[in-house]
């Protein structure tokens, strides 16, 4: 479910192995009845937090979320992913490791998994902060690729191991190293995110500088995470063992509760089987500016983005070809304990090879939350529309292609990506208990073009055009546990039924099922 790989890796290299490996929703649950985290909720979006007091002293938290998911149990502080942006909640593990806050001096007397976080170095504002993760988890397919190449059943096991050092040096200098180590049993596809050896996955250094009475510019040199907003078109891509990484310059200016500016020039990182061998790919590029400001109107949150992404070679029904492809956006978003809404806009221009890109994209996701009923039901609706190319023999490409876009958005087992398609998904969440989520729902799935492809997972390969729009439905479950602060379950499965119109190009049904367990310190 979580399988995210780069647009820029669209149809490059590993069109059947990224199929197979993005279509992982986390999970391997090694314990018998796991349950799944929020942080791999596909499809509770966007919701508020599930309370508002201070639970910073422990217990069960889902404090690994990415952003714009709704975590089991979610903190009072949430994480903003920028270079020099607000921290989690203090002494609490995060989905993205880097903000974390262990500030705080340990007591002698604490167990060692607890004074490992916080080992001063002279005085208390210098201090290294040790850590890791180990995750496995199983998945099972039946057409994993909807049937669009043969012998597409697959039941590997995954496997991630992490070991981080978080050195800081006072408020202004900062350096971050973490390793990994990726492994992948009984799978019939090779996908590189999840048979990494020994690497290294994020190494950079912050250097931070004051500007006026509050706000502040911080300088990311290096190898490192960089999801951006809600995460929908720049996401971590969490369900293969390798989360997609960037190698370059990042700059964020902040001005906390008011807005930050997040510039950066990076290349993604190409994951080789070896180690040690992890390098920037350099027939990509990707660099952009997202600009983010908080209770702007009427309370609402307002974002902007532009992103270029410049491509060797990319794929799509049109064929292959170098590719120049700029997002322009913008996001509207607020979140109650009630009520939440997040709509975006998304407008690409450029080149792909001889022809002019116009393409575009809308995206609402939204639920209202009742706090107070048994249970707390939450009713949530998600409605996309990514555009397709309604003439390959003009001049223009009209296929919207995301940058790094969060798969599992449209799908708990990643079978379709955003490109030509429009979905409708509502759901119902529950909270059975505090640490507990459920998440049901149904996908429902149309081509925005028939004369463009169906397109299936992340590499860039397609369905036939085909007589109808429509491609079919999914039913889904999504269960989360979150045991205590460091240790979490789930459990997920899909079940998707091709229409006719799919069947007429080769499509069938496809079952996913996934279950992991994780342990971050």
Known sequence: MWGCWTAADRGVVWEKAVLKGSKTIVCGCLLGAAIMTGSTVALAQSVPPAS??????????????????????????????????????????????????????????????????????????????????????????????????????????????????????GPHV????????????????????????????????????????????????????????????????????????????????????????????????????????????????????????????????????????????????????????????????????????????TYQSGRFGTKDISAWAMMMDGGYTFPKVALQPRLGLRANVFSGDGNAGNDTLGTFVAPAPRYQMLNAGVLFNYSNLMNLNPTLTLKPARSVTIVTGAQLYWRHRIADGAYVGPAGASFASASARRIGTAMEIDISWQATKRLQFGVANSYFMPSKSLESVGGKYGNYFGAYTSLRF
């Not at 799978?187 to 004051?210: C, H, I, K, M, Y």
């Not at 350099?282 to 983005?305: I, K």
């Open 52 to 169: 508002t007091e201070d639970e910073s002293a422990g217990g069960p938290m889902g404090s690994q979320a990415q952003p714009g998911v709704r975590p089991p149990r979610s903190q009072p502080r949430a994480a903003v992913a920028v270079p020099g942006g607000q921290t989690g909640t203090p002494n609490l593990p995060q989905a993205i490791r880097w903000t974390e806050d262990w500030s705080q001096p340990v007591s002698k007397d604490a167990p060692l998994i607890d004074r490992i976080k916080h080992i001063p170095i002279g005085s208390d504002d210098i201090y290294l902060s040790l850590g890791g993760e180990a995750r496995a988890y199983y998945t099972a397919w039946d057409h994993q690729n909807a049937g669009r190449t043969a012998n597409d059943a697959n039941d590997p096991v995954q496997r991630r191991l992490r070991l981080l050092a978080d050195l800081h040096m």
């Open 174 to 345: 900062r350096a971050f190293v973490e390793l990994g180590d990726n492994r992948e049993y009984g799978s019939s596809l090779v996908t590189p995110p999840n048979r990494g050896p020994f690497d290294v996955e994020q190494a950079f250094l912050d250097v931070t500088v004051p500007l006026g009475k509050a706000g502040k510019l911080t300088l990311r040199p290096g190898r490192f995470e960089m999801p951006l907003g809600n995460g929908k078109l720049v996401t971590l891509r969490d369900g293969v063992n390798q989360r997609v990484l960037y190698q370059g310059l990042r700059a964020t200016y902040a001005l906390p509760g008011k807005i930050s500016v997040d510039t950066f020039a990076v290349r993604p990182v190409n994951i080789k089987d070896g180690e040690f061998n992890n390098a920037p790919n350099h027939t990509q590029s990707f660099h952009g500016v997202y600009v983010s400001a908080p209770h702007v109107v009427a309370g609402f949150g307002v974002d902007g983005y532009w992103f270029q992404v410049k491509r060797d070679t990319a794929l799509n029904a049109q064929g292959r070809a170098s590719e120049n492809r700029s997002s322009w956006g913008a996001r509207l978003w607020q979140r109650t304990a009630t009520w939440d809404l997040d709509v975006e806009g």
